[in-house]
């Protein structure tokens, strides 16, 4: 099992920026990918950006926040972190924000965490 903890969201004016926070831990040692996905109120839920553990090179980002927001890891030793900045806030980026895992064995994202709203106002 995996625990996933966010924070970092908030309320901020369009053009802002925050920076999401997460922290996985317990058998964090057969994940192979974590991402960042979001859902708005009548919105199906998307991904925004996610990022293989063990390969450097492997961010990839929806098209709505390409150039505006990055994805990072930071590998510990008992535990995973994964970081989302977000720049140049728009109001349609207003969601809340969840934190997600995939084991290596898995074809999707199969652990989650309660999510964190960002809203962003004009």
């Known amino acids: 099992e995996v625990q996933l903890v966010e924070s970092g969201g908030g309320s901020v004016q369009a053009g802002g920026s925050l920076r999401l926070s997460c922290v996985a831990s317990?058998?964090?040692?057969?994940?192979?990918?974590m991402g960042w996905f979001r859902q708005a109120p009548g919105k199906e839920r998307e991904r925004v950006a996610s990022?293989?553990?063990?390969?450097?090179?492997?961010?990839?980002?929806a098209d709505s926040v390409k150039g505006r927001f990055a994805i990072s890891k930071e590998i510990a030793r008992n535990t995973l972190n994964v970081f989302l900045r977000m720049d140049s806030l728009k109001p349609e980026d207003t969601a809340t924000y969840y934190c997600?895992?995939?084991?290596?064995?898995?074809?999707?994202?199969?652990?989650w965490g309660q999510g964190t709203q960002v809203t962003v106002s004009s």
């Open positions: 990022i293989d553990i063990g390969d450097d090179n492997s961010p990839t980002y």
């Open positions: 317990g058998s964090t040692w057969n994940q192979c990918s």
């Open positions: 997600a895992a995939r084991r290596c064995s898995a074809v999707t994202f199969d652990y």
